[in-house]
């Protein structure tokens, strides 16, 4: 009986010891892959001009609530420095809903999703997400803001003015 008892005990300590490290090892595996909930990035003006470092994102995208309704206006270019031609994106999606400083639209593009409150003589970036594999880069002025999400030579940038009339945005993708 002694002897039975005696490889029972070994028998539970060989495997609680594998269970241990077979745990341990796959945690460390594990930790920070697909399997983290999607974070939202806030934009403060500090991080205005610091690249975003991409984050573990969810394996599943949510859907817009409303087909596009609006067409995209005009492009145009009002940065001072010269850039590539830019050319209207058409999966321009805005999702509108009442706040009480604006409206707050939510932009999805192939890049990421930027989500500005616009307000009635300017705006405010909500948040933006880049999409899995893409980074983005943010600019704030006191009459635009710059949301550009890249991914090697692919670039979105979703740009909000409210320089010379009420906040309008443009998407361009070069």
Known sequence: MRKGLVHVLAWSLATGA???????????????????????LPITAADATQRSKPLASSTQRTEPSKPPSSKAPEPRNPSPAPSPSRTTS????????????????????????????????SATLVSATPAASWSMQVWKTESWIRVEFSSAADRVSVFCTWHDGPPRVEIGTY
Do not use: C, N
Not at 18 to 40: E, F, I, K, N, Q
Not at 107 to 121: C, K, N, P, Q
């Open 18 to 40: 594998a269970v241990t490290l077979s745990w341990w090892g796959v945690h460390t595996v594990m930790t920070g892959t697909a399997y983290d909930p999607p974070r939202a």
């Open 90 to 121: 058409p999966s321009l999606s805005p999702s509108p809903s009442a706040s009480a400083s604006g409206q707050i639209k939510s932009y999805d593009t192939e890049g990421g999703r930027a989500v500005f409150d616009l307000g009635t003589t």
